[in-house]
């Protein structure tokens, strides 16, 4: 079974997770698995309150297929956090894809994953962080797919949740890629 760390923190943004959630737990009988810094339960943008099933520093990442990391108001407070960059690092090392939305981008820069590669997210988080993505190169594209990294514009949401997918095999054919992104968009 596909097994899924999302990272949580107070105020993520959730509706730019929402399209990913449903396509890994639909398409590939993903198991989610929430997880906070602290192990506290956390409150996102929209109001959702989220119970982790555990801290981040007691799980095992070798577990994983796939590290989700939403964007959100509450990233700050995460950027110092050690044992997030210690997660997103080993993730790395084990070949564990990342997909990560808007924000969330800051936390691979700080964790030094995107020196030498070309990543996304929106234009204001990257003018306000720039120092974080010293040695990467900042493209403003929608989505980027790199070494089994996922950045994204918290914008993004169809192409996120089908790059994701798209990523880790969920998708078969083309065609069925094309279905559900057409459907993410609303064009079904």
Known sequence: MLKVLFLAYPQYADFEIGHVLFLLRKVGKAEIVTVTVNGLPVESIGGLKVHAET??????VN????????????????????????VLQAAVKQSIPIASICASAVLLGKAGLL???????????????????EGATYTGENILVENNIITAKGTAFAEFATAT???????????????????CRGNN
């Open 165 to 183: 997918c798209q990523l880790l095999d969920l998708f078969p054919t083309k065609d069925q890629y094309h279905s559900w992104l057409n459907f």
């Open 63 to 86: 577990e994983f297929d796939l590290i989700l990391i939403s964007g959100g108001d509450g990233i700050g407070e995460m950027i110092d956090e050690e044992s997030v960059s210690q």
């Open 115 to 133: 020196k030498g590669k070309s990543f996304t997210c929106l234009a204001h988080t990257y003018e306000r962080n720039h120092h974080l993505f």
């Open 55 to 60: 801290k981040l520093t007691e799980i095992k």
